[in-house]
Structures are given as C-alpha cells and as structure tokens.
Nanobody, 115 residues
Framework: QVQLVESGGGLVQAGESLRVSCLAS????????MAWYRQAPGKQRELVAI???????NYADSVKGRFTISRDNAKNTVNLQMNSLKPEDTAVYYC?????????WGQGTQVTVSS
C-alpha cells in the first residue's frame, strides 16, 4: 500500500496563494489517478481536483480557474497550486492515490484562509 504525506499547508490571507504537495512512498506512475480532497469543519469531505494517468484533469466548480493540480511521476509527487484563496477554502486538504486494486489517503494538511 502506498503511503502519502502532504505538506505545504498554512495560514494565508484572502487573495493570496499557497501550494500543497503530496509525496508518495513509491511510484505513482501506475496510479489510475491522483486527487486532492478537502474537509471543512462540520462538512463532508469533497473532491477538489483530480488528475488522471494521462494528465487529464477535473475540478470542483468552486475552485475552477483558481486551483491547478499537477503530477510529477519522476518525483512521486502531486501538487495543488491554489490562487486567489477565499475564506471558504479553509479546510484540511487530503491527497488520494487511486490505483487499480485500491486507494490510499494521506493524513492531511491544514489550510486556513483569513478574511
């Protein structure tokens, strides 16, 4: 099972940018997809962005045009560049590995956006 470690979270002001990263313990080349989810207090975990093996991407409507997901198979990393952050983006952000036989989650990284 692949282990995932997120990093890069923190406290920023509205309008600023932040990049969170996810490092996998082994190659993500064969992953069907890699994704970022988030969970705000009192809310369900929701999909933020997903990138397929071939590089195709999809985003939640709430982040389209502001967030960009990318993967570097050589470095076993997946990044989420977040621009024009809003207070409603405040959440714990989780990385997810989606493989052919199962999936894995990271432990999450906190992103807090102040108004």
């Amino acid at each position: 099972q692949v282990q995932l470690v997120e990093s890069g979270g923190g406290l920023v002001q509205a309008g600023e940018s932040l990049r969170v990263s996810c490092l996998a313990s082994r190659s993500i080349f064969s992953a069907a997809a890699m994704a970022w989810y988030r969970q705000a207090p009192g809310k369900q975990r929701e999909l933020v962005a997903i990138i397929g093996n071939g590089g195709s991407t999809n985003y939640a409507d709430s982040v389209k045009g502001r967030f960009t997901i990318s993967r570097d198979n050589a470095k076993n990393t997946v990044n989420l560049q977040m621009n024009s952050l809003k207070p409603e983006d405040t959440a714990v952000y989780y990385c997810k590995y989606i493989g052919g036989t199962g999936s894995s989650w990271g432990q999450g990284t906190q992103v807090t956006v102040s108004s």
